[in-house]
């Protein structure tokens, strides 16, 4: 989120607290799920009969309206201005900030011998007064995003819970410990949620 910011996209991040909690701006979440493309594979390549890997020809940014109920149908542009959940202008912004995601975070992780597959990012409304911005919030992690290893072709992300394929916490600490971001006495250094005045 920080080097996001840095970049010029805005985010609901102020700080991290520790490990495990984050200090955060409260915002309106915009009611879509924004999922970024860029290898078939999961629903789109179950969707459209495409072999899984197989690189698409240009990223592919996709909607799905968040909804547990109706189990988060895929929505058109028509569909999200029609129902108001935003306005063609937010769209614009919304696509625009999820590409450069998009470029940023394909560079960050090819860097660790990281392939970035797809990724689902949601956005918030920070209010000043009558005014807002649309910024990006939730969170960017293997739970959202799909990583596979470059040479190996190896999923370090959730999918290897979805599919019951074993090592997940394994798969998770080598994606912090490649991004360096994991203590090195590994996981058990984490400090646990401090109380925050
Ligand atoms: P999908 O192929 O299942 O549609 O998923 C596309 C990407 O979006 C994948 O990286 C996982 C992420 N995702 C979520 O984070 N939450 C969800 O509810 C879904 C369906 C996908």
């Not at 028509?78 to 937010?90: C, L, Q």
């Not at 614009?92 to 590409?99: F, H, K, T, V």
């Amino acid at each position: 989120m920080l080097r996001l910011g840095e970049i010029g996209v805005p985010t609901h991040f102020v700080r991290r607290l520790n490990m495990r909690e984050q200090l955060v701006r409260e915002v309106e979440i915009i009611p879509l799920e924004v999922v970024v493309r860029n290898v078939a594979a999961g629903s789109l390549a179950q969707r459209f009969g495409l072999t899984e890997g197989t690189p698409l020809p240009r990223s592919v940014v996709e909607y799905y309206f968040k909804s547990h109920s109706l189990e988060d149908p895929m929505v058109s542009e028509e569909h999200i201005t029609a129902f108001g959940w935003a306005t063609p202008m937010d769209l614009d912004e919304i696509m625009s900030m999820a590409l450069r995601i998009n470029d940023f975070l394909s560079g960050l992780f090819i860097g660790i011998g990281l392939k970035l597959v797809d990724f689902r990012l949601e956005f918030g409304r920070l209010y000043n007064g009558d005014e807002f911005q649309i910024v990006l919030a939730d969170e960017i992690s293997p739970d959202n995003c799909r990583l596979w290893d470059v040479k190996t072709g190896e999923r370090l992300d959730k999918d290897r819970f979805r599919r019951d394929l074993g090592n997940v916490e394994e798969a998770y600490q080598e994606v912090a410990r490649r991004l360096g971001i994991l203590p090195e006495g590994g996981p058990r250094d984490f400090q646990g949620p401090a109380i925050m005045q």
